[in-house]
Structure formats: structure tokens, C-alpha cells
């Protein structure tokens, strides 16, 4: 592969229902984030990490967890679903984030919480 | 904090020209994108400015004015598949590496 890869790319839960979203990078980016995207709103930041090991929050990361435990890795974890999250998710990555370098995006995961 | 402005939706001909204006108010700067996201899928990098002035790609220029915290990109000699969303995002100086994205320009390029 070469990229981001996202897993699932759609999914129907049942709210108070966990979840976790998976993301995969074979870059060897440094840095990685969570955003979601609702309509007229834009992506909003939800979980970022600067290298493996370490984590910090966004704009939006209540109702959210993350774990960097290597470099490629950076799966999203819901510990009970809301209906508000709601959500089209998209997990991206970048080679230095205090840096120029772009940030690369995955194909995202569409989120419906019932 | 950051506020990023952009129009919602924009309409123009095939072959014309569109610009598409971006403001911001930022407690620091440390530079802007522009990312194009056709409906589905997922952003893409068009451009990144962090000084004064002009980049131009091909058909796609962006510019940046960091005293009056304004960009745009101008996308030329418009193509049908140029019909996407087109997002402005900034990076703070106390971010590493986090953007904060405005809410996104649909342009809409008609025959």
C-alpha cells in the first residue's frame, strides 16, 4: 500500500455502542490527526499525535480516545457512541508537523450513529 | 484562537476564471493552505503559502497578504472537473503542525 488507508469505510452503529476506527500509514509521517467533517462546518480537529507515544486533543475530542503506540498506526476509539457523532472521519498525516509539509488525508469513514 | 472566512459557494463557466478569497484573524501565523476535496473523497494539497505574495501551479495560483490576514487561489481557465470544494486552512504558530480548516467553497463549473 502506499498512502493512508482507513478501516471501515462506512458504518451503522447503535449508540452506547464502542467503536474503533483504524488508520494506517506507510509514510513514515511523524505526525498524524483525527478530524471530522460535518456539513457547514468544515474538518474540525479531534485527536493529533507529534510522534509515537505521544497524544494530544483538538478542538472537538470529548467522547473520543487515541493511542499511538508506532509510527504507522493511529486508530480512533468512540467508548460509547452518540448519535452527535454522527460523522464523516478522516485521518491524515504529515512528515514534520511544525513544518511546511502538507498533511496527506485517508478516504475516510462515514459514521452513522442511531 | 482562529476564525477562517471563505464564501460557501461559487458559480462559474468552463474556461473562465474564479477566485476564491479567504480571511483570517489568528492569535499567530505560521502559514496557509489550500486543499481541493471533489464530493466523497477526501482533501487533497493544491498550495501552501507562509510569506507575501504569488505562487502559481499550472492553472491554480494562491496568494497570501499576512498583514491584512486575506488569501486566495485563483483557478484558471476552468475545467468541469474542477466542480469540488475547495478548503482554506491555517497554521498557528503555537500548533505544531495542527490546521485549523475554514468551513470550505463549493465551486460549481458549468458547461
Known amino acids: 500500500i502506499a498512502g493512508i488507508t482507513q478501516a471501515p469505510t462506512s458504518q451503522i452503529l447503535a449508540a452506547g455502542r464502542r467503536m474503533t476506527l483504524r488508520c494506517t500509514q506507510d509514510?513514515?509521517?511523524?505526525?498524524m490527526y483525527w478530524y471530522r467533517q460535518d456539513l457547514g462546518l468544515g474538518l474540525r480537529l479531534i485527536h493529533y499525535?507529534?510522534?509515537?507515544?505521544?497524544?494530544g486533543k483538538g478542538e472537538v475530542p470529548d467522547g473520543y480516545s487515541v493511542s499511538r503506540a508506532n509510527t504507522d498506526d493511529f486508530p480512533l476509539t468512540l467508548a460509547s457512541a452518540v448519535p452527535s457523532q454522527t460523522s464523516v472521519y478522516f485521518c491524515?498525516?504529515?512528515?514534520?508537523?511544525?513544518?511546511?509539509?502538507?498533511?496527506?488525508f485517508g478516504p475516510g469513514t462515514r459514521l452513522t450513529v442511531l | 484562537g482562529q476564525n477562517i472566512d471563505q464564501p460557501t459557494e461559487m458559480t462559474a463557466t468552463e474556461g473562465a476564471i474564479v477566485q476564491i478569497n479567504c480571511t483570517y484573524q489568528?492569535?499567530?501565523?505560521?502559514?496557509l493552505f489550500w486543499y481541493q476535496q471533489h464530493a466523497g473523497e477526501a482533501p487533497t494539497f493544491l498550495s501552501y503559502?507562509?510569506?507575501?505574495g504569488l505562487e502559481e501551479k499550472g492553472r491554480f495560483s494562491s496568494f497570501l497578504s499576512r498583514s491584512k490576514g486575506y488569501s486566495y487561489l485563483l483557478l484558471k481557465e476552468l475545467q468541469m472537473k474542477d466542480s469540488a470544494s475547495y478548503l482554506c486552512?491555517?497554521?498557528?504558530?503555537?500548533?505544531?503542525?495542527?490546521?485549523?480548516f475554514g468551513a470550505g467553497t463549493q465551486v460549481v463549473v458549468t458547461p
Open positions: 491524515a498525516s504529515s512528515d514534520r508537523g511544525g513544518q511546511g509539509n502538507e498533511q496527506f
Open positions: 509514510m513514515r509521517h511523524n505526525a
Open positions: 499525535s507529534n510522534t509515537a507515544g505521544t497524544t
Open positions: 489568528t492569535s499567530g501565523f505560521n502559514g
Open positions: 503559502n507562509v510569506l507575501d
Open positions: 486552512a491555517v497554521r498557528g504558530v503555537d500548533s505544531w503542525g495542527k490546521l485549523q
